[in-house]
T-cell receptor
Framework: GDSVTQMEGPVTLSEEAFLTINCTYT??????LFWYVQYPGEGLQLLLK?????DKGSNKGFEATYRKETTSFHLEKGSVQVSDSAVYFC??????????FGAGTRLTVKP | ETGVTQTPRHLVMGMTNKKSLKCEQH?????MYWYKQSAKKPLELMFV???????ENNSVPSRFSPECPNSSHLFLHLHTLQPEDSALYLC??????????????FGPGTRLTVT
């Protein structure tokens, strides 16, 4: 069935470093793709999304491009901040009612 | 209040207790969800309600019993839980359910500890 696979963490970076978190998907057709973020002690928040191939989602300096040729939706940010420390989830909708989430990648940014 | 709220935020219960988790959404959405998030597993979808009718039950043990009295409220009734049920329980809502559904909006979760 449809699924997403994201790189395992944890990832530790220094402030202002470049971030990439890899996500690849398996799906029939071309579903929307999402990145969610979970800050400590909170629920998940939608970070960005892309609804069709070649779309680029962006928010808060984060970007991800929906690439059907590589079935990927990698999350990138050019300069991370301490406040970006969180767990990041790649996701896609499945069947009529399900959202398939990746295992999550924990990012820690050190000053 | 706006968004999705959950109460209580933290709950400690014994294995013989009965308790309920509450979720409320103020977004006018038609679908609501319960997820379980534990340290060793990805997010697990437990239940889905669309227009107040249960449309998904992912083989969840009967000690978890959902209730959706209206489109704004969702409950998860708990009884005779096991220590392995300790986890963060997340509620979410979306405007519609379906493969091309809009993104889901999550509450802050209830951290449940079963002793």
């Amino acid at each position: 069935g449809d699924s997403v696979t994201q790189m395992e963490g944890p990832v530790t970076l220094s402030e202002e470093a470049f971030l990439t978190i890899n996500c690849t998907y398996t799906a029939t057709g071309y579903p929307s793709l999402f990145w969610y973020v979970q800050y400590p002690g909170e629920g998940l928040q939608l970070l960005l999304k892309a609804t069709k191939a070649d779309d680029k989602g962006s928010n808060k300096g984060f970007e991800a491009t929906y690439r059907k040729e590589t079935t990927s939706f990698h999350l990138e940010k050019g300069s991370v901040q301490v406040s970006d420390s969180a767990v990041y989830f790649c996701a896609l909708p499945y069947n009529n009612n399900d959202m398939r989430f990746g295992a999550g990648t924990r990012l820690t940014v050190k000053p | 209040e706006t968004g999705v709220t959950q109460t209580p935020r933290h709950l400690v219960m014994g294995m013989t207790n009965k308790k309920s988790l509450k979720c409320e959404q103020h977004l006018g959405h038609n679908a609501m969800y319960w997820y379980k998030q534990s340290a060793k597993k990805p997010l697990e979808l437990m239940f889905v309600y669309s227009l107040e009718e249960r449309v998904e039950n992912n083989s969840v043990p009967s000690r978890f019993s959902p209730e959706c009295p209206n489109s704004s409220h969702l409950f998860l009734h708990l009884h005779t839980l096991q220590p392995e049920d300790s986890a963060l329980y997340l509620c979410a809502s979306s405007p519609v359910s379906g493969r091309n559904s809009y993104e889901q909006y999550f509450g802050p979760g209830t951290r449940l500890t079963v002793t």
